[in-house]
C-alpha cells in the first residue's frame, strides 16, 4: 500500500532570538485555513500552570513511556515501550516561515572568530591557460592508459575514452580564450557577487550572492582554512544539462542559504599528520558514529584523553555565544574517530563485518590505532522553547531533480584542538504567528493514529523470494522497534512553494527495523529518521521528504 499524502500543515513560532517578531501578515494557501483555525482553538484549560511541561501532559494525556504491541501479520510486527520526550514548555506556537539569508554582521562574527587574521583569497572558478594545459595533459595521459588496458578504470572503456575525448575538446576550446595567469585578491567576509563556471568550458553557469574565501587558492589538497557563505537563489530554474556519460545541473530555483568553515590543517595538526595534497599521502580518515548521543547520554560519553563529549559541547556553546546565537540548542553529538587511511581500508577487508569494526573504535577498544577522536555536535533551532526537529536534508517539489527548500541544520566538529568545521544549512525567518499556544489532540487519538498509520506506511511488499525445499518459512520477517516518541516543531513547506512555509507541531517516532531471513539471520536497520510523523494538531501524515 502506498504512503498516505499528509494533509497540509500549519504554522508556528515566535521566531527564535534570531529575529524579531514581525509585524506583517502571512498570505497562506487556502487548503491551510481550517488546519490554522483547528490550531488557534483555545486550549482547555487555558489557565498559567497549564504552561509548563506538567500541565502539557496532564491536557493531552500524554504518559512517561509510548507503549505499543501491534502484530499486522506473522512477519510484520511494531512494538514500542519508549521514553516520551516533550518540550519544557507547555506551549507549542505556530507559524508562517521563509527562507532566510545570513546577514553580514553574523558572517562577520563568525568569520572573525574562525578564521582570525589568517589571510583569506578569493576563490575563483576562472582558469589559466597554464591549469588547463595540466589538466589536458593529465587526461591524455589517462586516455593513452586506458588504450594500453593500463587503467583500473571499471568504466567500459569505449564508454570512458568518449568522455575524455569530449572533455579534452572542450578544454581545449576553453584554453584559447582563457587569461594567461589568474590573480587571487585578498578576500574577506564581506558578501559579494560570486560567479560560477564550467570547469571545462569556462562558461558561466551562475551567479550567487556570498562569500568564497580559502587560505591557499590552489591547494587541491585543502590543507588551509575555507570560509563560504550562499544566500538564497533568487531563480526559478533547474537546468539538467546533458553531457557524454553523465550531466550537469544548474540549480537557481531551490531556496536556503548555506555557510561553511573548514580547518584540515588544524585536524591534521592534532593527529600529528603530513599531507602532502599533491601525492595524496597521510591523510586523515575520518569515521563517524552512526549512533547519536542525546544530551541525557552526554555525562557516561568515556573521554579519550580527557577530552569527551561535554567538553566538547562547551567549545561548541562558546562558539556560539561568542558570535552571538541564541537561536540554536545542541540536540544529539555524534562520537568521530580519526584513522589513517591504511587502518581504515585494513579494517574493511579483515572484517565480515565493517559495523562492528567501527564500533570497537568508539567503544575505545582500539585506542592505540586511533589518531584521535572528535565529535559532530548538531544543533536545532529553538522557538518559544521548543525545537525544531530536523532529520532531512530538503524537501523537494516533485523528484529529485526538481526544486527544494533546505532544512534548517547546524553542526560543529570540534576536537581536543578546537573547531576544525563548522555547517549551517537554510535558515528561516518568521514571518507571521498565528498562535503562541496550539490546540493539540490528545495522546490516545495519536496512539490511534499511529496504530493505522504504521501499518499503511510501513507494510512489506511481496518478496520475490523462491519457495524453499525444506518446508520452511520462504518469507522475509520485518519487526519495527521504536526507541523514542518526540513532541517538537517542524518546517513544512507550502504545497509546490519553496519560498514559503509553516512551523507545525508535530509527533516523531523513532526506531529501528530487524528482518529476519529464512535462513535464521538478522539485519538491523537503524532509522536515523523518524518512521512516522504525525500532525499533532490534526492527526495528518507529513511525509517531510515531499514537504508537506
Keep these: ?45 487555558a489557565g498559567s500552570a497549564m504552561q509548563n511541561q506538567g500541565g502539557l501532559k496532564a491536557r493531552l494525556g500524554i ?6 504491541n501491534e502484530a499486522y ?12 520526550e516533550l518540550p519544557d514548555t507547555g506551549r507549542l ?25 589568517t589571510v583569506m583569497y578569493n576563490s575563483d572558478t576562472l582558469r589559466s591557460k597554464k591549469d588547463i594545459e595540466e589538466t589536458i595533459l593529465m587526461l591524455q595521459q589517462e586516455l593513452s592508459s586506458i588504450k594500453s588496458g593500463g587503467s583500473g578504470t571499471t568504466q567500459p572503456a569505449n564508454d570512458t575514452i568518449e568522455q575524455i575525448n569530449e572533455a579534452i575538446e572542450e578544454l581545449k576550446e576553453y584554453y584559447e580564450k582563457a587569461p594567461e595567469s589568474v590573480e587571487h585578491a585578498i578576500g574577506s567576509s564581506q558578501l559579494r557577487t560570486i560567479t560560477i563556471r564550467d570547469l571545462q568550458t569556462g562558461k558561466e553557469q551562475k551567479s550567487y550572492t556570498g562569500v568564497d574565501v580559502c587560505e591557499y587558492p590552489m591547494d587541491v589538497g585543502g590543507r588551509g582554512k575555507y570560509f563560504g557563505v550562499a544566500q538564497n537563489n533568487t ?30 590543517g588544524l585536524l591534521y595538526r592534532f593527529c600529528g599528520i603530513e599531507y602532502d595534497p599533491f601525492t595524496f599521502s597521510g591523510g586523515i580518515f575520518n569515521i563517524t558514529s552512526s549512533n547519536k548521543l542525546y544530551a541525557a547520554q ?91 526537529t530536523t532529520d532531512e536534508g530538503s524537501s523537494y517539489v516533485d523528484d529529485a531533480w526538481g526544486k527544494q527548500w533546505m532544512y534548517e541544520r547546524l553542526s560543529i566538529s570540534v576536537c581536543a584542538d578546537g573547531i576544525y568545521s563548522v555547517e549551517w544549512f537554510s535558515p528561516h525567518e518568521i514571518t507571521d504567528v498565528f498562535t503562541e499556544d496550539s490546540a493539540l489532540l490528545p495522546f490516545s487519538d495519536i496512539v490511534n493514529v499511529f496504530k493505522l498509520m504504521f501499518r499503511v506506511t510501513h507494510e512489506p511488499q511481496d518478496d520475490p523470494v523462491k519457495p524453499r525445499t525444506d518446508g520452511l518459512d520462504s518469507r522475509v520477517r520485518h519487526d519495527y522497534t521504536i526507541e523514542r516518541a518526540v513532541l517538537s516543531l517542524r518546517r513544512i513547506m507550502e504545497r509546490d512553494n519553496v519560498e514559503s512555509g509553516l512551523l507545525i507541531p508535530v509527533w516523531d517516532f523513532y526506531g529501528y527495523e530487524t528482518i529476519t531471513y529464512a535462513d535464521g539471520k538478522h539485519l538491523t536497520m537503524p532509522d536515523v529518521y523518524s518512521m512516522l510523523t504525525i500532525n499533532a494538531v490534526d492527526g495528518s501524515i507529513i511525509d517531510v521528504k515531499k514537504g508537506y
Design 1 to 45: 500500500m502506498k504512503k498516505l499524502a499528509a494533509i497540509m500543515l500549519i504554522c508556528i513560532i515566535l521566531l527564535a532570538a534570531c529575529h524579531p517578531t514581525p509585524e506583517k501578515q502571512a498570505v497562506v494557501q487556502k487548503d491551510m485555513e481550517q488546519l490554522i483555525e483547528k490550531a488557534q482553538a483555545t486550549p482547555e484549560p
Design 63 to 68: 504518559p512517561d513511556a509510548f507503549i505499543v
Design 73 to 84: 501479520s506473522d512477519i510484520f510486527t511494531v512494538s514500542a515501550d519508549a521514553p516520551v
Design 93 to 117: 506556537p505556530m507559524a508562517h516561515v521563509k527562507p532566510a539569508d545570513f546577514e553580514q554582521e553574523l558572517i562577520t562574527n563568525i568569520y572573525n572568530y574562525l578564521v582570525g587574521d
Design 235 to 264: 531563480g526559478s530554474d533547474v537546468i539538467i544539462q546533458e553531457k557524454s556519460g553523465g550531466f550537469n545541473v544548474i540549480d537557481t530555483a531551490s531556496r536556503g542559504a548555506h555557510l561553511r568553515y573548514d580547518d584540515p
Design 298 to 388: 552526554w555525562p557516561s560519553d568515556a573521554a579519550l584523553n580527557g577530552f569527551n563529549a561535554a567538553i566538547a559541547l562547551r567549545t561548541a556553546e562558546d562558539f556560539l555565544k561568542a558570535v552571538n546565537v541564541d537561536c540554536m540548542k545542541p540536540v544529539y553529538i555524534q562520537p568521530e574517530a580519526y584513522i589513517t587511511p591504511e587502518l581504515h581500508e585494513s579494517m574493511i577487508f579483515a572484517s565480515s563485518d565493517p559495523e562492528q569494526a567501527y564500533a570497537g573504535l568508539f567503544a575505545h577498544r582500539r585506542d592505540d590505532d586511533l589518531l584521535g577522536m572528535g565529535y559532530i555536535i548538531s544543533f536545532f533551532r529553538e522557538v518559544n522553547g521548543v525545537i525544531v
